[in-house]
Every structure is written in structure tokens, then in C-alpha cells.
């Protein structure tokens, strides 16, 4: 059974810095489209950013360019999420999620992706 097991949320103060790390078990990251999502209370569960497992092409959403990098070690099957210059406005569940390459029409849609972590706080306060 494929899971994730999501760390690294946290408290830390506007402007500070995280890194999510998700390591996936029973799954090929080479075969697979990784997403980081994140639902905050009262809104939708959005795409933050996504790395494709075979070849390594990354995309972001336009809220946190310039400040999240996605990178990916298949050889740990861990995707990681390194989060710089946080603001409120990031505070948010955070869940990393998978699906086939194959399989993936749109990687922006949230309810293409059949695997999910279960989430790690991240809360951006002072």
C-alpha cells in the first residue's frame, strides 16, 4: 500500500525558513508526478509546486515563486519542499501527493493525484 510520511512543518516567524520533507513507500518516484498542496482554514486545497520523479522538471505556483524550491532524491524516494522568505499568508496544511506519469492528465488538478500524505502544519506567526 503506497503512503507517505510527511515532516518538517512547523512555527516560525515571518520571514523565516522551512524545509517539508515527503518520503513515499510502495511507490517508484521515477514513475510519478509529485505535488505539494496546501489547504489553509476556510479555502481550498490549491498546487504550490510539482516535480516530475522521471526527469526532474519542476513548476510553481505564482504565490511562491522566487521563494519555494522542490527537489526530489529518488534514491531516498523523498521529495522535499524548501520553504524561504514565509509570510502569513503560507500558513497552511501542507500535503504532498502522487500520480503515474502515465496516468497524469493535468498536474494542476488536485483531484488527479490518487496517493496523499497526511499532512504537516505549517504555521508562518510572530
Known amino acids: 500500500q503506497v503512503q507517505f510520511v510527511e515532516s518538517g512543518g512547523g512555527l516560525v516567524q515571518p520571514g523565516g525558513s522551512l524545509r517539508l520533507s515527503c518520503t513515499a513507500s510502495e511507490l517508484t518516484l521515477d514513475y510519478y508526478m509529485i505535488g505539494w498542496f496546501r489547504q489553509a482554514p476556510g479555502r481550498e486545497r490549491e498546487g504550490v509546486s510539482y516535480?516530475?520523479?522521471?526527469?526532474?522538471?519542476?513548476d510553481y505556483a505564482d504565490s511562491v515563486k522566487g521563494r519555494f524550491t522542490i527537489s526530489r532524491d529518488n534514491a531516498k524516494n523523498t521529495v522535499y519542499l524548501q520553504m524561504n522568505s514565509l509570510n502569513a499568508e503560507d500558513t497552511a496544511v501542507y500535503y504532498c501527493a502522487a500520480q503515474n506519469l502515465l496516468l497524469l492528465r493535468n498536474r494542476y488538478d488536485v483531484s488527479e493525484y490518487d496517493y496523499w500524505g497526511q499532512g504537516t502544519q505549517v504555521t508562518v506567526s510572530s
Open positions: 516535480i516530475s520523479g522521471s526527469e526532474g522538471s519542476t
